[in-house]
């Protein structure tokens, strides 16, 4: 008797495992749908921004407008208002917050600091320096500089400067982390410093230099996402399409480096190596983004941890939904940059730090209270 009582007891624990298996299989793929629907619903949500955007200005354009435009109906003046000025500054405003929001998360991820963005590392401040640098001491940019207002004499020469500038504090950075192998903590100081080190050069070569020429260099730290024309959009997309490709593929990685470096290790990741990969990837794409726009704050460091309210870790959603809420932020951003005191445009970075700046402390405030 005994042992047909164990037999069945067996018995009904095989028949609840074998229940319980499909059931949590059905869970996960719940929690999976969840998320792809979660994905859809924020890139439905960033082309309908997109696409408003397009009828704000200081000409104002309805939905029959601009429908006019794509199938080649509209009058000259409509066409050229969209095709000319509003659909290469959105679309520059859509590639830029993806190049930067992505970088944003891969910082953050590989060095597992949630402050970790192009700014604390100090690439934006060596894109500064170098754009100085071509404003001041080689195109000497003080004959445009109140009339194409964000650019040297040679914009050309300032991009390639800025994004020389950008890299070379991400080399100096990953340099240092080679000689001295520096802790992910380590790093972002050193970062820190850098940017500090950066911003005094820049001044120092402000302080000898004609008023015409700080001014520009001053607007071009503003931020101007009209300033990029089509071949320059041609670049930043595709280097943030190649970036983007790098940091999906390594997505699973992240998870894994986010559990603990001991714990990668051990699930085969070679940390110090993806480590290093992915901040090259993760320069690259912002500094080309800084190199043809200018400065931008707050767009990589706000939108990563906006996404992780909101679906969780799991980097493989965590990546593209932060790319597309960067690109929402950064069009919010320059449609009040046009509306707030219209005709004049305000600077983009000035406006993302003013919504960047209090929604990272109120996302601050939400994590230390739970």
Same mark, same amino acid.
């Given at each position: 008797?005994?042992?047909?009582? &164990?037999?069945?007891?067996?018995?009904?624990?095989?028949?609840?495992?074998?229940?319980?298996?499909?059931?949590?299989?059905? +869970?996960?793929?719940? =929690? &999976?749908?969840?998320?792809?629907?979660?994905?859809?619903?924020?890139?439905?949500?960033?082309?309908?921004?997109?696409?408003?955007?397009?009828?704000?200005?200081?000409?104002?354009?309805?939905?029959?407008?601009?429908?006019?435009?794509?199938?080649?109906?509209?009058?000259?003046?409509?066409?050229?208002?969209?095709?000319?000025?509003?659909?290469?500054?959105?679309?520059?405003?859509?590639?830029?917050?993806?190049?930067?929001?992505?970088?944003?998360?891969?910082?953050?991820?590989?060095?597992?600091?949630?402050?970790?963005?192009?700014?604390?590392?100090?690439?934006?401040?060596?894109?500064?320096?170098?754009?100085? *640098?071509?404003?001041?001491?080689?195109?000497?940019?003080? +004959?445009?500089?109140?009339?194409?207002?964000?650019?040297?004499?040679?914009?050309?020469?300032?991009?390639?400067?800025?994004?020389?500038?950008?890299?070379?504090?991400?080399?100096?950075?990953?340099?240092? %982390?080679?000689?001295?192998?520096?802790?992910?903590?380590?790093?972002?100081?050193?970062?820190? /410093?850098? %940017?500090?080190?950066?911003?005094?050069?820049?001044?120092?070569?402000?302080? !000898?230099?004609?008023?015409?020429? *700080?001014?520009?260099? *001053?607007?071009?730290?503003?931020?101007?996402?009209?300033? *990029?024309?089509? %071949?320059?959009?041609?670049?930043?997309?595709?280097?943030?399409?190649? %970036?983007?490709?790098?940091?999906?593929? #390594?997505?699973?990685?992240?998870?894994?480096?986010?559990?603990?470096?001991?714990?990668? #290790?051990?699930?085969?990741?070679?940390?110090?190596?993806?480590?290093?990969?992915?901040?090259?990837?993760?320069? &690259?794409?912002?500094?080309?983004?800084?190199?043809?726009?200018?400065?931008?704050?707050?767009?990589?460091?706000?939108?990563?941890?906006?996404?992780? $309210?909101?679906?969780? /870790?799991? =980097?493989? =959603?965590?990546?593209?939904?932060?790319?597309?809420?960067?690109?929402?932020?950064?069009?919010?951003?320059?449609?009040?940059?046009?509306?707030?005191?219209?005709?004049?445009?305000?600077?983009?970075?000035?406006?993302?730090?003013?919504?960047?700046?209090?929604? !990272?402390?109120?996302?601050? !405030?939400?994590?230390?209270? $739970?």
């Amino acid at each position: 008797m005994e042992e047909i009582r &164990l037999q069945r007891a067996r018995g009904r624990l095989r028949a609840k495992s074998a229940s319980a298996a499909p059931a949590g299989a059905g +869970a996960y793929r719940g =929690y &999976l749908r969840k998320k792809r629907l979660a994905v859809i619903g924020i890139a439905i949500a960033t082309m309908a921004i997109a696409c408003a955007s397009l009828g704000m200005g200081t000409i104002a354009l309805s939905p029959a407008d601009i429908l006019s435009v794509i199938v080649g109906t509209a009058d000259a003046q409509t066409t050229a208002v969209i095709v000319n000025m509003r659909l290469p500054r959105i679309l520059t405003a859509l590639v830029a917050g993806i190049a930067l929001s992505l970088s944003g998360c891969a910082f953050q991820s590989v060095l597992r600091n949630p402050l970790a963005s192009a700014s604390t590392l100090g690439v934006a401040q060596g894109a500064a320096f170098g754009a100085s *640098v071509a404003i001041i001491l080689i195109a000497g940019g003080g +004959a445009s500089a109140f009339e194409g207002a964000t650019s040297s004499v040679n914009p050309v020469m300032t991009a390639a400067c800025a994004f020389a500038g950008a890299m070379l504090s991400t080399a100096v950075i990953l340099g240092l %982390s080679r000689l001295r192998e520096m802790t992910p903590e380590s790093i972002v100081l050193a970062g820190v /410093a850098l %940017s500090a080190l950066f911003t005094a050069g820049t001044t120092l070569i402000q302080y !000898f230099a004609e008023d015409s020429q *700080v001014a520009a260099v *001053v607007f071009w730290t503003f931020g101007d996402l009209s300033r *990029v024309n089509w %071949s320059q959009l041609a670049v930043m997309a595709i280097v943030t399409a190649v %970036s983007g490709t790098f940091f999906l593929a #390594h997505s699973r990685s992240f998870n894994a480096i986010e559990s603990g470096e001991g714990l990668a #290790h051990g699930l085969g990741v070679a940390v110090g190596r993806t480590r290093l990969a992915c901040m090259v990837a993760a320069s &690259l794409a912002a500094a080309c983004v800084i190199a043809f726009c200018g400065i931008i704050n707050f767009v990589g460091l706000v939108a990563p941890h906006i996404t992780r $309210r909101l679906l969780g /870790a799991d =980097y493989r =959603y965590l990546m593209p939904a932060s790319a597309l809420v960067g690109a929402s932020l950064l069009l919010l951003a320059d449609i009040a940059c046009h509306a707030v005191v219209a005709p004049l445009i305000l600077p983009i970075s000035a406006i993302t730090a003013f919504i960047g700046a209090p929604l !990272f402390i109120y996302l601050l !405030f939400k994590g230390v209270s $739970r």
